[in-house]
Each structure stands twice: as structure tokens, then as C-alpha cells.
């Protein structure tokens, strides 16, 4: 059951014992419509209910309301219209949201002005919003984001108090773990204190103006603090120590500190490793002591890191110990390097004129960009986001300039997310990237969206590029590319392929701008691998006995009407039941797009072929299905963890049985159907003899290696071409029985 606010309002502020005894499953939704809402007591969500709060929506708090959840709270904002919880003037403070719900509570989008959050026993994901102070209340002792024992991601948020020290602490985690990155921390006290906390990520924070500890962890184990800026700190920037338990297996580094009373102070038998850190103008670069009695000494780790402009850069007591590797400080110090420092204070960056190699160390002797774009041989992209750090979860903004032949071609600003299911786990990372606006870059087709690709798994660093080479030449949609070398926040990481991203356009995929009068098109979407899909609609499922399942990629999950929604189930219930005819109706698909997939997938022997980035569209006039754009080839050509699709013999659709499961029958019966699978083989025929020949093959694979020749291992390259031309001459003497091996794993009944 759902119910309008005005309603819910009138049940929960003056018949809170019903409200506790409605039946299960109802939906609490505020939107925007009737904005602003005053809220005078406190108000409750049982834990039967959800309460959804849309974009836009302004709710006035009375003093010392609380908001306390025991359902699920999703609070909708957006960029453009945040959702606003205030108090009615500035000299008091409304509460806080108090959460108490095993089920996972979402707030994107959100100004919480004179208010906070406490989550108890919780699963809370926090993005993109702003907790501002303006009271001149006393402060009552409490944090203003207190998760205790909660699972907390808490990503691009803004805390800052504009009142004098009348606040609590900022972030106060007790026990759980939390993954803080990417916010932005103000004039507030103790800004980020962990507690018995484990196995968490502080990463990419800017603090500043905290009149008492930066970052404090206490009792804590496995907690990696890196990248953050710390500023104007009136007593430690960053604070390691005990409660009950020892804080163990922590790590502290690339954190640019400036200007506190200790830079890091380390005590009671904690231990943690401290690596290209840069910490300049305190009274005590790093101390290591006892504080509580018996309780021993801190140790610590040092690597790589610099102290500059302290007045005393170590302290170490007679209960602790140190160990010193490769640092540098601007005295002259026992086991560091001594040198002469330029501070640029406004980029933050480090300039010594003395010899030394600059990549050990943070923020240190910046890359020579001049001297990189002149002697580059491909283009050269460079992506500044410091102080954030690029992360999965969510896009932080960023500064962006190509160079082509050592003229910039493209600048301005951009968004950047790492992408990618399980290439987000690998060392080098993919990126999903946003520019500020529609441009043309290396004459491809002008766009906003592009995907820089990172080829880890792939050591040839070739196989997507000919995959889409070949794609170019076939009747099937593939992306333009361009290889890049690249640079973030001046550190190199390597070549990639920046390639356009699957969208709708007139360039790219041509289909109709979606619309909800009209819902037959157009649209876009996909089988793929359900992990990591939680942005994705979940369209409907094939196949009882497999696990497949389409999502919606156009129109955006977010934007997809639930007409559309439906209307594309029925679509591809209805394409589903042609395609299991006997014979198939081959007038339910584009037979071109089709039967040039399979080609392209069986030549490079696709690991994901046909069960995994597998994308379709549908024009709004046209009731035939499209495959394609072709997507994601780096597990192909004999570039796979399993040794079954590693020989260039037997078809990509045989796999593995374990990964037949993620592959729907219709593709069986739709190869087994004697009239699509002479098409495929009348079609291989004709390739070999033009697009597809050995001397095609060969010339494509040397003239994408000779672009990038100084990034590539000649024996990775030559294995890549060995193996596809045995690739073809497999096919050439099996391409005939493509329908018989098709049968065998979906029998005509």
C-alpha cells in the first residue's frame, strides 16, 4: 500500500501507536508537488515501511525534531533539485536522522542545514550531499554523521560549520567500517574519528580548520588513510592510538599536510606504515610515544616520505621504535636525505632543483609536461582531479587537456569514475569519463561520453582495437578509438584506448530519442552479467533453467517510464518466442547484424560472446532486433583464464558447462536453423577471401603495433597474430558444421 504525505504526516504525528501497527510493505513518498513540509514532532518509519523523499522536496524541522527510521529511507535528490532538510531559523538545530534498519538506506543529492545522522546496526550510503552549521547552539556532544556498527559509504559530501565551535565531531565511526572518500571537511573538530573500526578507506579528503585532531584512529585494524589534504590543524593531522584494542595494520600514505601542531602522532603500541607522505611547517613533523600507561610505545614505518620547514621533524620516546627508508627533510637529519625545497603552496606541489627520483616521492618535482608532449609519439592526455581521488563509486570533477603532435586539441572539465565489473579489481584501471560538453577528439564522431580503457589482462594491449577494427568493416555497429597515453594528477599510467561510449546518437547508435507518447522506440539493451548491474533495470530474465537477464542501457535505468519498461519485457518475450520457432522467423531480427556478430565473435574466440556485453537496439518504425554495437574483447584470442577458450579450436558458444549457463538456448536454435546458419557460412566464405584473409589479418594487427610500438611486447604481438590466423584456418574447416555443434546443446524437440 502506498500513501500520500499528507497522510502519512497525519498518522505519524498524532497516531504514532497506529502507524506502528499498519500492515507490512507500505511506501511512505514525499515529492516535490506540494514543497515545502513542516515537521513539528518527531516522526517515525516502522520497520514495515519505506520512505522515498523525491528531488526537490524542502522539509522545515522544529526544534530538536528527529526523523528516526527503522524501514528504509531512499532520499532521491539530484544535482539540480537536492532535497533540503532545514530548521525554520538559524538559532537551533532540528536532530538528527536516526537509523536503525538492517535495510540499506540511500541519500543522494542532499543539504542537511542544522541537522545530522546517527545509524545504528546499518547498511547507509551517503553521496553528493552537504551538512551545513549555522546554529550557535551549544555543542551536545554529538557527531554529525555517527554511524555505530554500520556498513557506511560515505562519498563526495560536504561538512562545514559557519557558526564558531559549537558542533561535534564530523564523521565518528563506532565499530562497522566505513568507506570516506572524496569529501570535503571544515572548521569542524576532530573531523574523521574511527573507533574499534575495521577494514576501512579514508581516502581523498580535503580537511581543513579542525580545532583538534584531523583524522584520529583508535583501536582500529586495517584501515588505509591515503591522499588526503590536510590543512590548518590546531593539533594532530593525522592520530594513531588505542581504546581497548591495539590499532594494527595501518597504512598512511600520499597525504599532503600542512600546517599542524603534529603531523602524525603515533602511541600505544600501535603500528602503521607511513609512505610518500609529505608534511610541512609543524611543530612536530611525526611523534611516536606512550600516552596511556603500560601500554607501550607506537611504532612506525617510514618510506619515501618528506619534512619540510617543522620545527622538529621526529620525536621518538624510549618505549617506541622506527624504522627510516628513503626520506627526505629540508634539516639535517639522522637517516634522511637533506635538501633544499621551493613550496608552491596554491597547487600544492613540491620543486627541489637537486637530483633525485621524483617518482618515489608525493607531490614531489611534477612531470615536465612540455618536454612529455614533445617527445610523445601518440596523443597525450592529462586528467587533474586532485585533491580527490577517482574511485567506483561515484564521478568526481576534473580538468582535462589532449595533446595531438604536440598541439592541444581538446580542454576543459570533465567527470571521472573507474569502471568495469571485475576490471575494477585489476592494478591499472578503466575509466568512465563525462566531458563538460560535446566535442570531437582525434575526429571521431563529436560526443560527451567516453570510456578510457585500461588493457591489463590484455598484454598485447591489442585485441579490443582489432576487434573493432574488424567490426568497422562489418555490418554491425562498433565504437571509434583512439590510442592515449595518459596522465593523472601528473602519474603516468600507461597507453589506453580512449573509445566511444555506448550511446544514442546520430553518430553511433542512430536509433529515435525515446519517447513516452510514443513507447515502441527507441531503445537500447543488454544481456550481461548481473554483478555490479545496480544501476541497471532489470528487464526480465530467459530461460527459467540459465541465468540470463537483460537490462535496460537506453533510455537510463533512472529515466526508463514503467510503460516503456513494460513494453520492452513484452518486446523481448515476444522476439524470444520467434526465435525458438522451428525454423526460426528470421523476420524478427536484422539478419546482417546478426550472422556479422556471430563472425566476429567466433574469429576471436570471445570468452564473453553471446553471454556477457551483449548489446541490442530497436528502432521506434522497425519491429526487427538489432545486435550489436560489439563490446569488450580483452578475454578473447587465446586470452583466456580457462584453458577451453584458450585453443583456437572448437566454438566460442561451446565454452565451458559452467559458462553455458549464462548463455540462452534461443542462441542454439537460432545457429542450429539451417537457413541463419548458411548465411553465417556463405558470409565466412566471402570474408576470407576479402576483409578477413591472412593478409588482411596481418596487416591490420602490425598496423595498430606500429602506433603503439613502444608500449607493446613483440611477443605478445606476433602470439596475437599466430594464434588468429590458426583461428581462421580452424573456422575455414569447420564453418560447416556450425549448425550440427550448435545442436548439441539445444536438441530440437
Not at 523481448?572 to 556471430?598: A, G, M, R
Not at 538456448?665 to 556463405?682: M, R
Request: charged share 25%.
Amino acid at each position: 500500500m502506498s500513501y500520500s504525505f499528507k497522510n502519512i504526516i497525519f498518522i505519524f504525528l498524532f497516531y504514532p501507536i497506529i502507524a506502528f501497527s499498519q500492515q507490512i510493505n507500505d511506501t511512505i513518498i514525499i515529492s516535490k508537488k506540494n514543497s515545502p513540509f513542516n515537521i513539528s514532532k518527531d516522526f517515525f518509519v516502522p520497520d514495515t515501511s519505506i520512505l522515498i523523499i523525491e528531488k526537490g522536496v524542502e522539509i522545515i524541522l522544529s526544534d530538536s525534531v528527529n526523523i528516526t527510521v527503522l524501514g528504509q529511507l531512499n532520499i532521491k535528490g539530484t544535482k539540480k533539485y537536492p532535497v533540503i532538510l532545514k530548521t525554520k531559523n538559524d538559532s537551533i538545530s532540528w536532530g538528527r536522522i536516526i537509523i536503525k534498519s538492517k535495510q540499506k538506506t540511500k541519500i543522494r543529492y542532499a543539504n542537511f542545514i542544522n541537522g545530522a545522522i546517527s545509524t545504528y546496526d546499518a547498511k547507509v550510503y551517503i553521496a553528493n550531499s552537504n551538512f551545513y552549521f549555522y546554529h550557535t547552539r551549544k555543542a551536545d556532544g554529538w557527531a554529525i554523521y555517527y554511524p555505530h556498527n554500520t556498513n557506511s559509504y560515505y562519498i563526495n559530501n560536504k561538512i562545514i560549520n559557519y557558526s564558531g565551535r559549537y558542533v561535534g565531531e564530523g564523521i565518528n565511526v563506532v565499530k562497522g567500517k566505513i568507506y570516506c572518500a572524496n569529501n570535503y571537511i571544515e572548521n569542524i573538530p576532530d573531523a574523521i574519528e574511527l573507533t574499534g573500526t575495521n577494514n576501512s578507506f579514508i581516502i581523498g579528503n580535503f580537511i581543513k580548520n579542525s580545532w583538534d585532531d584531523a583524522i584520529d584512529i583508535n583501536g582500529c585494524n586495517n584501515v588505509s588513510i591515503e591522499n588526503n589534504t590536510i590543512l590548518n590543524i590546531d593539533d594532530k593531522a593525522i592520530s594513531v592510538g588505542r581504546n581497548v584494542l591495539l590499532s594494527t595494520d595501518i597504512k598512511i600514505k600520499e597525504n599532503y599536510i600542512r600546517k599542524a601542531k603534529y603531523g602524525f602522532s603515533i602511541k600505544d603500541s600501535s603500528s602503521v606504515e607511513v609512505d610518500k607522505n609529505v608534511i610541512i611547517n609543524t611543530e612536530t613533523g611525526l611523534e611516536l610515544y606512550q600516552k596511556t600507561a603500560n601500554s607501550g610505545g607506537g611504532y612506525a614505518s617510514l618510506k619515501n616520505n618528506i619534512f619540510i620547514k617543522n620545527h622538529q621533524t621526529i620525536r621518538v620516546d624510549t618505549l617506541s621504535d622506527i624504522s627510516i627508508t628513503n626520506c627526505i627533510s629540508d634539516k639535517k637529519e639522522v637517516e634522511m636525505i637533506k635538501l633544499n625545497f621551493t613550496v608552491d603552496t596554491i597547487n600544492y606541489i613540491l620543486y627541489t632543483k637537486d637530483s633525485i627520483k621524483s617518482e618515489d616521492f608525493y607531490r614531489l618535482n611534477r612531470i615536465n609536461k612540455d618536454t612529455i608532449i614533445s617527445e610523445s609519439k601518440i596523443p597525450i592526455m592529462f586528467i587533474n582531479t586532485f585533491p580527490k581521488t577517482i574511485i567506483d563509486d561515484e564521478r568526481i570533477n576534473a580538468k582535462y587537456e589532449i595533446y595531438n603532435n604536440g598541439i592541444k586539441s581538446n580542454f576543459g572539465d570533465l567527470s571521472i569514475e573507474i569502471r568495469g565489473t571485475s576490471s575494477s579489481e585489476f592494478p591499472k584501471k578503466s575509466y568512465g569519463i563525462s566531458l563538460d560538453k560535446k566535442q570531437a577528439v582525434f575526429q571521431m564522431p563529436s560526443s560527451k561520453y567516453w570510456v578510457l580503457y585500461g588493457a591489463w589482462y590484455d598484454k598485447s594491449l591489442l585485441r579490443n582495437a582489432v576487434a573493432y577494427s574488424i567490426g568497422k568493416n562489418l555490418n554491425i555497429k562498433s565504437p571509434q578509438f583512439k590510442f592515449v597515453e595518459l596522465y593523472v594528477n601528473d602519474n603516468e599510467k600507461g597507453l589506453y584506448l580512449l573509445v566511444q561510449k555506448i550511446k544514442r546518437s546520430n553518430d553511433f547508435v542512430n536509433i529515435e530519442k525515446a519517447n513516452t507518447k510514443n513507447i515502441e522506440g527507441g531503445y537500447i539493451f543488454k544481456i550481461d552479467k548481473g554483478t555490479g548491474a545496480n544501476s541497471w533495470v532489470n528487464l526480465c530474465t530467459s530461460d527459467s533453467s540459465k541465468n540470463i537477464v537483460y537490462y535496460t542501457h537506453y533510455p537510463k535505468p533512472k529515466k526508463i517510464t514503467t510503460n516503456q519498461k513494460e513494453y520492452l519485457k513484452n518486446y523481448i518475450k515476444n522476439f524470444e518466442t520467434e526465435i525458438y520457432k522451428t525454423p526460426v522467423n528470421l523476420n524478427s531480427i536484422d539478419i546482417n547484424s546478426f550472422v556479422d556478430y556471430i563472425i566476429i565473435s567466433e574469429l576471436m574466440k570471445n570468452f564473453d560472446a553471446y553471454r556477457a556485453s551483449v548489446y541490442f537496439y530497436k528502432y521506434r518504425e522497425d519491429k526487427n532486433l538489432y545486435i550489436g554495437p560489439i563490446w569488450d574483447f580483452n578475454i578473447s584470442a587465446g586470452n583466456s583464464y580457462i584453458d577451453e577458450m584458450n585453443s583456437y579450436k572448437n566454438f566460442a558458444f561451446e565454452n565451458t558447462e559452467e559458462n553455458r549457463k549464462y548463455i540462452a538456448n534461443w542462441w542454439y536454435n537460432l545457429l542450429s536453423d539451417k537457413e541463419f546458419a548458411g548465411l553465417v557460412k556463405s558470409r565466412w566464405k566471402s570474408l576470407r577471401k576479402s576483409n578477413l584473409s591472412n593478409l588482411q589479418i596481418e596487416n591490420l594487427i602490425l598496423n595498430l603495433n606500429k602506433e603503439i610500438i613502444n608500449y607493446t611486447n613483440k611477443q605478445e604481438v606476433e602470439q596475437l597474430k599466430t594464434w588468429l590466423i590458426n583461428r581462421a584456418y580452424w573456422l575455414d574447416n569447420n564453418i560447416e558444421n556450425i549448425d550440427i555443434s550448435a545442436q548439441k546443446y539445444y536438441p530440437k524437440k
